[in-house]
């Protein structure tokens, strides 16, 4: 790709599950004609439907006129198999988590394609290098995570492979522009900068429910710091079983302490607000989370018999460990040059995880604090509960220099 610039005129979209009907919305509302693709014809109908029901919905609302639902819908189009998609800019893969699987349908993808097109996954978490490895243009390759719905928010992370070239991630950036997104350019790791920050937070919250909390609880000091929802409240509106069938997938980390209280939510069927039920009940039709006793009567159960000393956990604990957790490991990213600077992390936190706007994030939240205070209060952490709270390099640097993530 010897070109200076590169733009998307037409797409195609692989899978036509919740987030490929968002995607493909995304790019029709932005101008983009794009090609459908899916191996089951009548998932594909389906999602065109739903694709026409939403422009419908939105019309009602009077959110735009009918000849702008018409002009969408008309740049939308079911394409029969890859063959019929040669042509396309771009491509968005947004089948589900396997790597195998992406893998494949990248290189045919690659065999079938002009040269100069671009080929990106909507993975939330796999190696984007592995991905572009399957291809012979690892330089056209890259990750285009889109937060679900798609269509509805506002985040999206750009992930550069070790190859990609800088003229298909300025070609991203544009097309990001286009959709109206909040585009954050990311480095490969795992998790990206948003699932990789939410690991430790989440870790800490379950880890709550085993040392002594309720789910209720948690959420509570959470949502009254300023998040839309707490960690539990979100699981149940993501779907807690995605998370427990990724690790009965992977073979591994089902037997973790942390998570059995997932798993054993799961094998009731208890799957969140889809199912009725998951760390809370919903009324038929209603997205209202309501207290569920049993739930805490499941967590007692879970936590004493892996040999859990209960204690009382107060609100200023479960804030501690959640945000420090989400300040450590954003510390650790901005060190590894996985995002280039405190703001993207920011950024990415304020548009795809609900933190509080007024807070202006957690790496902001943290100079608010100063830290030097931060630093002291992960070595109190690191003392009391172990080495996962080790302060980051950065941190140490930073706070020794009286300076803060901004300065970076």
Same mark, same amino acid.
């Given at each position: 790709m010897?070109?200076?610039?590169?733009e #998307?005129?037409?797409?195609?979209?692989i899978?036509?599950?919740?987030m490929?009907?968002g995607?493909?919305?995304c790019?029709?509302?932005?101008?983009?004609?794009?090609q459908?693709?899916?191996?089951?014809?009548?998932?594909?109908?389906?999602?065109?439907?739903?694709v026409?029901?939403?422009y419908?919905?939105n019309?009602?609302?009077g959110r735009?006129d009918?000849?702008e639902?018409?002009?969408?819908?008309?740049?939308? =189009?079911a394409?029969?198999?890859y063959?019929?998609?040669?042509?396309?800019?771009?491509?968005i893969?947004?089948?589900?988590?396997?790597?195998?699987l992406?893998?494949?349908?990248f290189?045919?993808?690659d065999?079938?394609l /002009?040269?100069e097109?671009?080929?990106?996954?909507?993975?939330?978490?796999?190696?984007?290098d592995?991905?572009?490895a399957?291809?012979?243009?690892?330089a056209?390759?890259?990750g285009?995570?889109?937060? =679900?719905?798609?269509h509805?928010m506002k &985040?999206?992370e750009i992930v550069?492979?070790?190859?990609t070239s800088p003229?298909?991630?300025?070609?991203?950036?544009?097309?990001?522009?286009?959709m109206?997104?909040?585009?954050v350019?990311?480095?490969?790791?795992?998790?990206?900068?948003?699932?990789?920050?939410?690991?430790?937070y989440?870790?800490?919250?379950?880890?709550?429910?085993l040392?002594?909390?309720?789910?209720?609880?948690?959420?509570?000091? &959470?949502q009254?710091?300023?998040?839309?929802?707490g960690p539990?409240r979100?699981?149940?509106v993501?779907g807690?079983?995605?998370?427990?069938?990724?690790?009965?997938l992977?073979?591994?980390g089902?037997?973790?302490?942390?998570?059995?209280v997932?798993?054993?939510?799961c094998?009731?069927?208890?799957?969140g607000q889809?199912?009725g039920?998951?760390?809370?009940?919903?009324?038929p039709g209603?997205?209202?989370a309501?207290? +569920?006793p049993?739930v805490d009567a499941?967590?007692?159960?879970?936590?004493?018999?892996?040999?859990?000393?209960?204690?009382?956990i107060?609100?200023?604990e #479960?804030?501690?460990?959640?945000l420090l957790?989400?300040?450590?490991?954003?510390? /650790?990213? &901005?060190?590894?040059?996985?995002?280039?600077?405190?703001?993207? #992390?920011?950024l990415?936190?304020?548009?795809?995880?609900?933190f509080?706007?007024?807070?202006g994030?957690?790496?902001?939240w943290?100079?608010q604090?100063?830290l030097?205070?931060?630093?002291?209060?992960?070595?109190a952490l690191?003392?009391?509960?172990?080495?996962?709270? /080790?302060?980051a390099?950065?941190?140490?640097?930073?706070?020794?220099?009286?300076?803060?993530f901004? +300065?970076?």
């Amino acid at each position: 790709m010897s070109q200076t610039s590169f733009e #998307i005129q037409q797409a195609a979209v692989i899978g036509a599950g919740t987030m490929g009907r968002g995607i493909v919305m995304c790019l029709a509302s932005a101008g983009v004609n794009v090609q459908w693709v899916d191996n089951n014809p009548q998932m594909l109908e389906q999602a065109l439907t739903t694709v026409a029901q939403t422009y419908a919905h939105n019309v009602r609302q009077g959110r735009i006129d009918q000849a702008e639902a018409d002009a969408r819908m008309a740049r939308v =189009s079911a394409a029969a198999d890859y063959a019929a998609i040669r042509n396309v800019d771009l491509v968005i893969e947004a089948v589900y988590e396997n790597l195998e699987l992406k893998q494949k349908i990248f290189r045919e993808l690659d065999g079938l394609l /002009k040269p100069e097109a671009l080929l990106a996954s909507n993975t939330s978490a796999l190696d984007i290098d592995a991905i572009a490895a399957a291809t012979r243009r690892p330089a056209q390759v890259l990750g285009l995570h889109f937060f =679900s719905p798609a269509h509805i928010m506002k &985040l999206l992370e750009i992930v550069r492979g070790a190859q990609t070239s800088p003229v298909a991630l300025e070609a991203a950036l544009t097309l990001g522009k286009r959709m109206g997104k909040v585009s954050v350019v990311s480095g490969n790791c795992h998790g990206f900068i948003g699932n990789r920050m939410l690991h430790p937070y989440v870790f800490e919250a379950r880890k709550m429910l085993l040392e002594g909390a309720y789910p209720q609880q948690v959420d509570a000091a &959470l949502q009254s710091f300023g998040f839309a929802m707490g960690p539990f409240r979100m699981y149940d509106v993501v779907g807690i079983d995605l998370e427990w069938r990724a690790r009965q997938l992977a073979g591994k980390g089902q037997d973790a302490p942390e998570v059995q209280v997932d798993n054993r939510l799961c094998e009731m069927g208890r799957f969140g607000q889809k199912s009725g039920n998951g760390y809370y009940h919903y009324e038929p039709g209603s997205r209202q989370a309501e207290h +569920d006793p049993e739930v805490d009567a499941l967590v007692l159960r879970v936590s004493e018999e892996l040999g859990f000393q209960r204690r009382d956990i107060g609100p200023e604990e #479960i804030l501690e460990r959640c945000l420090l957790a989400l300040v450590n490991e954003g510390a /650790k990213i &901005l060190q590894e040059g996985i995002a280039s600077s405190a703001h993207d #992390i920011d950024l990415v936190y304020l548009n795809g995880y609900g933190f509080p706007a007024e807070k202006g994030g957690p790496m902001a939240w943290a100079d608010q604090q100063g830290l030097a205070n931060i630093h002291q209060r992960l070595l109190a952490l690191e003392t009391r509960q172990g080495d996962q709270w /080790k302060p980051a390099r950065l941190i140490d640097e930073l706070a020794a220099q009286g300076k803060g993530f901004a +300065d970076r």
